[in-house]
């Protein structure tokens, strides 16, 4: 193993461990006690740190730490009686003393709890602010600094709002145990909201932190896929937010410049889509498909289905118009009226597409300027400016900015080589 694979191992692990022992010793001690299992897998990963740094990586890191984990919790039990009394008789293993009890870190185990874990962090009690953060922590290993990086806040704001919704767990009285047919009917599409908005909050969110976004994104990925594995939550509206995720993701690559600017659809290099994410994105959502249920996340996927598709066609964007058109009935937003209008101009023409865009009004919206000033910039350049200064003022990204900055001056050199004719 080179020092450079030695050097990004732990923090790997930590990404990929952290969280599942994590959610094994909450299960075991509770939601009261979900600090104890914290500090127990931190101290795992210190240990490996120290270790490792001298002795070099073990064969098998993740059984090393699985190992460790176990000797770490019965040492933390033998040290604190009266804890270990009180797990003792709440668990559900029949036993009478901590040298006999069985910490289960099995393959299957790990995904029950985490199972239960994701459960519990969508729990109604916090609001969904609070839930993704949980998330971000307790299900992807997220510290509180890495959690405000992706909020754009300081680290004490977000240690505050975990701190209030766990103890909010703690005053349900929240089980972590693995939910029954009832919970999971009632509660999966909050869950799945949640994992949508922890996708979105990588995809589009303004941090220029590149890894960190693509790190969100994996991990909303990866506990949809969790669900979807689970015979109980592998539910029609579950494969249709997995497939929306890849068919996004796979443009990943193509969405920055080598400085990390954003590049707009309709000038990414297509040949940098990840073909094989699309392909999945297309099995999931054939999987979708069983069922006479259509949610949003079904009529997104195929949006995004759509614009996978890298020749621009009439059918493309009658088809994204279609899709828009029915998401709209099942649940409006202005973000998506405004995406409506970009696929209306493609159909219909921009002098068309400027009356439906204005029928939006969202005056205070950059978003919404800078809509109007791409739909002028084809045949008034003047008016085109005056929208994208609207939107530059408004906007707060500096990424946006820049885009925004380009179409002006784009505009202006058009309207210069008109005054030159």
């Not at 923090?11 to 461990?17: G, Q, S, V």
């Not at 002795?55 to 460790?68: S, T």
């Not at 703690?170 to 922890?198: D, G």
């Not at 193509?254 to 400085?259: E, G, T, V, Y």
């Amino acid at each position: 193993m080179s020092f450079m694979n030695q050097q990004t191992l732990i923090p790997h692990l930590f990404r990929t461990e952290y969280q599942k022992i994590v959610s094994v010793l909450t299960g075991l001690f509770g939601i009261d006690h979900i600090e104890v299992a914290e500090d127990i897998v931190s101290d795992t990963f210190l240990l490996a740190s120290e270790s490792w740094s001298i002795k070099g990586p073990p064969e098998n890191p993740e059984a090393w730490l699985y190992v460790v984990a176990k000797n770490k919790t019965k040492d933390y039990l033998k040290r604190n009686a009266i804890f270990a009394k009180t797990i003792l008789k709440e668990i559900a293993y029949t036993t009478t003393t901590f040298e006999e009890l069985q910490i289960d870190l099995t393959k299957k185990n790990i995904k029950d709890s985490q199972l239960a874990m994701i459960f519990v962090v969508c729990h109604p009690c916090n609001s969904m602010e609070a839930q993704i953060g949980l998330a971000l922590n307790l299900l992807c290993g997220f510290s509180p600094d890495e959690i405000a990086t992706a909020f754009l806040t300081n680290k004490e704001v977000i240690y505050k709002r975990l701190q209030r919704a766990k103890e909010a767990l703690r005053l349900q009285n929240v089980k972590i145990t693995t939910p029954t047919a009832e919970e999971i009917k009632s509660r999966i599409s909050s869950v799945l909201m949640t994992l949508y908005l922890l996708f979105n909050e990588g995809y589009y969110s303004s941090n220029q932190d590149i890894t960190l976004r693509k790190d969100l994104c994996f991990e909303a990925m990866r506990l949809t896929y969790m669900l979807i594995e689970n015979k109980q939550t592998n539910k029609p509206a579950t494969n249709a937010l997995l497939s929306l995720m890849c068919f996004h993701s796979s443009r990943f690559n193509a969405r920055f410049n080598q400085i990390g600017e954003i590049i707009l659809y309709q000038n990414q290099d297509t040949d940098l889509w990840d073909r094989e994410l699309i392909n999945k994105g297309e099995y999931f959502l054939n999987q979708a498909a069983q069922g006479n249920e259509i949610t949003k996340y079904h009529l997104e996927a195929g949006i995004a289905f759509w614009h996978s598709f890298k020749i621009e066609t009439g059918e493309k964007w009658k088809n994204i118009l279609l899709l828009y058109n029915q998401l709209l009935i099942i649940e409006y937003s202005p973000m998506a009226a405004l995406n409506r209008t970009y696929a209306f101009a493609k159909v219909y023409g921009n002098k068309e597409a400027i009356i439906e865009a204005e029928k939006i009004n969202l005056p205070n919206n950059h978003l919404y300027h800078s809509l109007l000033g791409e739909l002028y910039i084809e045949f008034d350049n003047i008016q085109a400016i005056a929208h994208f200064q609207n939107a530059f003022s408004l906007s707060k990204s500096s990424a946006d900015k820049i885009i925004i900055s380009n179409k002006i001056m784009e505009c202006e050199q058009k309207i210069n080589e008109l005054n030159h004719l």
